[in-house]
């Protein structure tokens, strides 16, 4: 199986990397049009910020390759953010593959710390991307801003207010926390993508 | 809800892990790629991996050991130790680490957490403090710690500072630090649990996660930390690396006294 995950100016794509090689399989990184389109899978992963992500995508035309992909997709954190359709963060206009906005979370007590950083609960999990989960599960979360809940969601997990963790549309599959870091749960939902 | 973190500490020295009781006395303790792997298997929420070898050669030897850290791993880890300047912090994340622990560095330049944050997000930078109570005082209830002085220490708790523990903390909140990790110099080694006081204090005004160290012997004490110390993630070695204190049994009495955490 060939699986591409997407070069960009994102960070923390080594880690993406580490785990799909755990799983026994030699992932290639590439921003090369031919080469993503050709894969069986592709990973959208990263962190990082919204408007220079999205920048440096459009400089290369990935965003236009991205949005044609007919293979399974799967985006992670900054990947599912720049998925939707705008962004509070530096007020972006992102690929618009998932008809929602991404907006800040916003703390309403002294708890409520923005980034959400740690292990939250996914639940009301559906589609293949979480085939064989039967109750809520732990996974990683690092972020600051959240897509509300949508038509697309198909996990939802509780920060300050219930929001999508994460969304489904067609060939396209999307998680705001980071399967990659979330042990074997995370390793779970990763096979379940390679498989599909 | 976001789950309280539960994290062992790993000292690494040429490659091994070893274990300070207050800040002297190494004890071996395994190999820290099987240790960790062991730890993520038990249900540890998190690592962190600290470089106190001092040379230049041992520097080497801990960037590869993070390389193959993060191959093995599955949850995030930190790395700390020698970190001195922005190319340490991108030569440790490019290796794979989820975050980096600054300490030393960032008492005598506390620019460094504004430039890392500005260059990688504050998420990955924890700020981490030695911290003493320097009171002799012992108050009416028997604990000085309460409302105490507590003085920042730099170089492995060797060099004493002026800096006060709970203005620092602020000040490198505000410079864009993502956690704070808390070590009471007078708790830790004692196993008579973490500096609640200090750290409810801390999590209280904040704006970031505070991790409790220092302290941590029996499974009341993460307990009371989480209840008490208000702290977000309590760090602890030798009750995990001795097997005194497993993490899965941890884990289900922290359930059983209506702590969140993640099993």
């Not at chain 1, 440096?56 to 997709?73: F, H, M, N, T, W």
């Not at chain 1, 916003?106 to 923005?114: A, C, G, L």
């Not at chain 2, 791993?73 to 190319?87: A, C, D, Q, R």
Request: with cysteine; net charge negative; aromatic share 8%.
């Amino acid at each position: 199986m060939k699986v591409a995950i997407v070069k960009y100016n994102a960070g923390n794509i080594c880690s993406v990397i580490n785990a799909i090689k755990r799983m026994g399989i030699e992932p290639i990184l590439t921003d090369d049009a031919d080469e993503l389109r050709a894969a069986d899978k592709v990973i959208f992963p990263g962190q990082g910020e919204a408007s220079s992500t999205m920048e440096y995508l459009k400089a290369r035309g990935l965003d236009e390759v991205i949005k044609s992909l007919k293979q399974p997709v799967l985006g992670i954190c900054i990947g599912m953010q720049l998925m939707c359709k705008h962004s509070e963060e530096g007020d972006t206009e992102c690929l618009g593959i998932f008809d929602t906005e991404v907006k800040r979370f916003m703390p309403q007590r002294h708890e409520d710390k923005v980034p959400q950083m740690g292990w939250n609960t996914v639940y009301d999990t559906k589609s293949k991307l979480y085939e064989g989960f039967t109750q809520p599960e732990f996974v990683y979360f690092v972020h600051s801003y959240y897509v509300p809940l949508c038509e697309h969601t198909i996990a939802t997990t509780d920060y300050i207010q219930p929001y999508s963790s994460s969304l489904h549309k067609d060939n396209f599959y999307a998680t705001q926390f980071h399967p990659e870091k979330s042990g074997s749960v995370g390793e779970r939902i990763l096979k379940n993508f390679l498989e599909m | 809800m976001l789950a309280k973190r539960i994290i062992p500490c790993l000292d690494i020295k040429d490659g091994q892990t070893v274990k300070g009781t207050n800040f002297v006395n190494l004890r071996q303790a395994g190999d820290p790629i099987e240790l960790g792997k062991a730890y993520s298997q038990q249900g540890a929420d998190e690592l962190v991996y600290l470089d106190i070898t001092a040379s230049h050669e041992g520097r080497k030897t801990f960037t590869q050991l993070v390389t193959r850290i993060a191959e093995e791993i599955n949850i995030p880890f930190t790395v700390g130790g020698g970190i001195n300047e922005l190319s340490d912090v991108e030569r440790l994340l490019n290796a794979g680490a989820d975050k980096v622990s600054i300490n030393s560095a960032a008492l005598r330049r506390p620019e460094l957490i504004d430039e890392i944050a500005r260059n990688f997000g504050s998420q990955v930078i924890v700020v981490a403090i030695d911290a003493k109570c320097i009171d002799d005082t012992i108050h009416q209830n028997g604990d000085p710690m309460i409302d105490g002085t507590w003085r920042c220490f730099m170089n492995g708790g060797r060099l004493q500072t002026e800096r006060d523990l709970f203005e620092w903390a602020k000040e490198a909140n505000e410079r864009g630090a993502g956690e704070i990790l808390f070590t009471s110099m007078n708790h830790d080694g004692v196993k008579a649990g973490f500096a609640d006081v200090a750290l409810r204090r801390l999590a209280d005004t904040l704006t970031i996660p505070v991790i409790a160290s220092g302290g941590a012997g029996t499974r009341e004490h993460f307990r009371d930390t989480f209840i008490n110390g208000h702290s977000d993630a309590a760090l602890a070695a030798s009750v995990f690396h001795f097997g005194e204190i497993p993490i899965p049994e941890l884990k289900q009495y922290l359930i059983g006294e209506g702590i969140n955490v993640r099993l």
